[in-house]
């Protein structure tokens, strides 16, 4: 009988995962933030906060601004990404042709870029020691967590669940696992005494740069079809 439910069990969890489908996000943007306060043990008054990326998509086609630390509200670098290939974008920016763009340059693996948006295919490290957590509530939203804790760092996860995909995910295998959106990453470095938080912020729409790459890309496509 035990043999029976645990075939049965097993059954009814293939036919549960096989029935979560994913939907793909068509357009909008995603603002990756990190906060980082030192001698976080003596308290969170020394903290420095950081715009990683400004990432706007139209289906496979993403823009990403990489803001100037020092002034946030200019750009270090523009790139163009389409199918894990990065291409940096120069200073005739609203005037750029997306498929000129890929014939005239060489382009950049992602897993390659330095800047900006940390494109990877490793997985969390020990995440095979992960131990679950209650789930709770931020800014409104509930999410699922988890935490790894070792004798280096102390690392907490929070994933949204959805089943709304994006163009860009912090870790997507976790994602698969946990059906939702890796929103959030709260890591201790207990040698250093450094508290950081890694926010991914989904949004609506396009910033105002994007907007002029994605409208002229499309006006310029449009004419060369009629």
């Not at 995603?30 to 990683?52: E, P, R, T, W």
């Not at 992602?110 to 789930?135: C, H, M, T």
């Not at 040698?191 to 994605?214: C, G, H, M, S, Y």
Request: proline share 4%.
């Amino acid at each position: 009988m035990k043999i029976k439910l645990t075939r049965l069990s097993i059954a009814l969890m293939l036919i549960l995962s096989s029935c979560h489908q994913e939907i793909k996000s068509e357009k909008g943007g995603i603002d990756i933030i990190s906060n980082v306060y030192f001698d976080a043990s003596k308290g969170l008054d020394q903290m420095q906060s950081f715009h990683i990326s400004k990432i706007s998509y139209s289906e496979d086609d993403l823009i990403e601004i990489v803001p100037d630390r020092s002034f946030s509200e200019m750009s270090k670098q523009i790139y163009y990404i389409n199918d894990s290939l990065c291409y940096p974008i120069g200073s005739e920016r609203k005037t750029t042709i997306f498929s000129e763009l890929v014939l005239k340059h060489k382009p950049l693996l992602v897993w390659q870029k330095k800047e900006g948006a940390v494109f990877s295919k490793e997985w969390i490290p020990n995440y095979r020691n992960r131990r679950k957590l209650s789930d709770t509530i931020l800014f409104g939203k509930q999410y699922k967590r988890f935490e790894i804790n070792s004798p280096w760092n102390y690392t907490r996860f929070y994933i949204y669940p959805t089943d709304t995909i994006l163009p860009y995910s912090l870790y997507r295998h976790a994602e698969q696992d946990y059906h939702g959106r890796l929103e959030r990453i709260d890591s201790y470095n207990k040698k250093d005494d450094i508290f950081v938080t890694l926010q991914l912020i989904p949004r609506e729409n396009w910033d105002e740069a994007a907007r002029e790459l994605f409208e002229f890309n499309r006006f310029v496509t449009r004419t060369k079809n009629e």
